[in-house]
């Protein structure tokens, strides 16, 4: 866990416990999503926030609607930022997917 995730954990009481996999250009995404949902109110957690597909994939505790629209509308800008740096990206690779921007993309063959 690098310190950057930890800084997220420790501030959103949301992500007490979330099980975190991706990479730092996200983290951005990450943290306006959490001010979100915190705004809401509910009382729920975030049991994971990963990679899948070359996109952010974000499983909450409890099933809302509120929250839904949230996570549906990060994992979908997620697919046009670099997970890497957080510049503007597209998903790309054969097998394994992948959100990148020009730079990052050029050594991804996967
Ligand atoms: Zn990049």
Not at 15 to 29: A, F, N, Q, R, S
Not at 34 to 54: A, M, N, S
Not at 77 to 95: D, F, I, P, Y
Request: net charge negative.
């Amino acid at each position: 866990m690098n310190i950057k995730y930890q800084n997220l954990l420790d501030n959103f009481e949301i992500m007490t416990d979330t099980y975190i996999e991706c990479d730092d250009g996200w983290l951005p995404l990450i943290w306006e999503l959490c001010e979100r949902i915190t705004e809401l109110d509910i009382p729920l957690r975030l049991l994971t926030v990963k990679e899948k597909f070359g996109r952010l994939r974000i499983y909450p505790d409890t099933y809302n609607e509120g929250v839904e629209d949230i996570i549906d509308h990060y994992e979908e800008l997620s697919g046009s930022v670099c997970e890497l740096c957080g510049n503007s990206g597209k998903t790309v690779g054969k097998h394994y997917l992948k959100t990148l921007c020009s730079k990052h993309a050029e050594n991804w063959n996967l």
